[in-house]
């Protein structure tokens, strides 16, 4: 019988290590946790159900993106433009959708940028999400150019780990609080708190020092429970709905801004 893999941080084999990613920046994430894993959760035509007469284009940002395979998987299956495949959801969503997408790591988006099928509707851009007055210049003049002051949806994927190691329970929460504030709807891909724990063993196992706020974060345990209380007591928002987990144990979860009006999914 084959051995089991070692995993390292993230649930990754053990050769992908932190201490050379430390913001989770990976150069091949997606051959380990496959886009198709995630996607295949949502519905194809979620766009057409969650903006049926939604202003046009509409407009997503996809904070950490790494090398945009995901956004990429993402873009296609939420149109419902399948590939290699006519889809009829393509004329059920009829939607346009700009997607910003932005990762930190500049060297991601040169391959991201390099690879992308569609130039004309995803945009990559190296940007640290936590450096407010970046963001706030970059995301915000690329609003106006739709006359807009947020996104139609949101997607955070596997990246809450990386923001709160390296930013503790103030960045966490900052970073939701910046999202639920920019982002009408949010996809949220939360890591298990197993994850961390990983994270900070690999680390040790390099001989590195911890994270610097492993041992001092009070927000852990049931992280998709954390998240949720924290996007919903703090952040203006309401969850609408798990999509389910994926095979190696991560939600995807649907929020609401309060500042829309009830609408059914
Ligand atoms: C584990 S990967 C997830 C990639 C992709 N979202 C996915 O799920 O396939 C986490 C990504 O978040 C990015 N990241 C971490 N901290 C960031 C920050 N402060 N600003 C922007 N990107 C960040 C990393 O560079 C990395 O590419």
Not at 168 to 185: A, I, K, P, Q, T
Not at 202 to 209: Q, S
Request: glycine share 10%.
């Amino acid at each position: 019988m084959a051995a089991p893999m070692r995993e390292g941080a993230e649930g990754l084999p053990g050769g992908s290590e932190p201490g050379a990613a430390p913001y989770g920046n990976f150069p091949n994430y997606s051959r380990f946790h496959p886009p198709e894993g995630r996607v295949r959760l949502l519905p194809p035509a979620l766009l057409g159900r969650l903006f049926p007469a939604g202003p046009s284009p509409l407009l997503g940002l996809d904070v950490g993106c790494n090398s945009g395979e995901l956004s990429v998987a993402l873009y296609r299956h939420l149109l419902g433009l399948q590939e290699n495949k006519a889809s009829p959801d393509q004329l059920v969503v009829g939607k346009i959708l700009n997607l910003l997408c932005c990762d930190i790591d500049a060297g991601l988006i040169e391959r991201a940028e390099r690879c992308s099928p569609f130039p004309g509707s995803i945009s990559f851009a190296t940007l640290d999400v936590m450096d407010a007055s970046a963001r706030e210049l970059f995301l915000s003049s690329y609003l106006s150019r739709f006359s807009r002051s947020t996104f139609d949806i949101g997607f955070c994927m596997s990246v809450t780990m990386w923001i709160h190691l390296n930013h503790g329970d103030d960045g966490l929460v900052e970073f939701l609080s910046y999202l639920s504030s920019r982002c009408n709807y949010l996809l949220i891909e939360p890591q298990p708190w197993k994850c961390y724990r990983a994270a900070a063993r690999r680390l040790r196992k390099l001989g590195r020092n911890d994270f610097d706020h492993f041992r001092s974060l009070a927000i852990n345990g049931d992280m998709a429970e954390r998240i949720t209380q924290i996007l919903t007591e703090d952040g203006g928002m309401e969850l609408v709905c798990c999509f389910g987990s994926t095979s190696w144990d991560r939600s995807l979860l649907l929020f609401k801004s309060n500042r829309l009006t009830q609408k059914q999914l």
